[in-house]
């Protein structure tokens, strides 16, 4: 019971690498609240869900304020709502492609740490936790909008971990960077990729499992298992920080 009596806020998690975060922060003993665009309010045992656009600042308003109304603290953002956009080569990528996935990635996540540190702010702790990915330091010839946006990312943990510790407060906010790993998303894109070369997914997947030094893709709970982590006082000293969870993958791949 590595988190109880912490309140967690997980977005993006009705899937994937969120809901892997939520179920894991809520059997650690959190208050966990999951947001999702496709979500519908439900409350079930310490887990609240929520419809949730990211984009919108009036969104996180009402649910940062519902959270603060219902509990009275916040202690830990998870921040997993995010978007592949197109598979296109580079040049192809187009204008309303790249502001959709900037939109969702980066300015989502740039509300997100808007909404969430002036309570933590005030508490004199927390812990923000933004999900990149080691494609942002990876140069690709497709998926732009992608790999800026979570380059972005990687550069607002750190802004806001000097922001955190102003005032003498402890408000903590690190980057986790998955590799390949299990999950809608990276399926889609294995799809996509394979569609635009006339190749098989599995041949795609091989090809990638041949460039990770672990030979497999990894699994939500990996991620989840770092993000406790964080989440924890375990943590307490680690703040402006990527954290990769790749196999190896970033050791051998430019991409």
Known sequence: MRVVGK????TGGMGG????????????????YVSDISAQEATDDAV?????????????????????DERGRLDVLVNCAGIEGSHQRGLATTEDDWN??????????????????????????????LTSSV??????SGALAYGASKAGVAHLAKSFATIGAESGARVRCNSVHPGSIVSRMSDSMF??????????FAEIEDRVKAAIPFGARGLPEDIANLV???????SSYATGSEFKVDGGWSLKSAG
């Open 100 to 129: 959709r996935v900037l939109a969702v990635n980066l300015t989502g996540t740039f509300l997100a740490c808007k909404a969430v540190f002036p309570p933590m702010l005030d508490q004199g702790q927390g812990s923000v936790i």
């Open 135 to 140: 494609v942002s330091g990876m140069a690709t």
């Open 48 to 68: 609240t869900t929520l419809p949730h656009d990211v984009t919108k600042s009036g969104d996180w308003d009402r649910i940062v304020s519902r959270i603060l």
């Open 228 to 234: 406790l982590y964080l989440a924890s006082d375990e």
């Open 17 to 32: 690498i969120g809901a892997a975060c939520a179920a894991l922060l809520a059997r650690e003993g959190a208050t966990v």
């Open 7 to 10: 309140v967690a806020l997980v």
């Open 191 to 200: 799809t996509a990729i394979a569609a635009t070369n006339q190749v098989s």
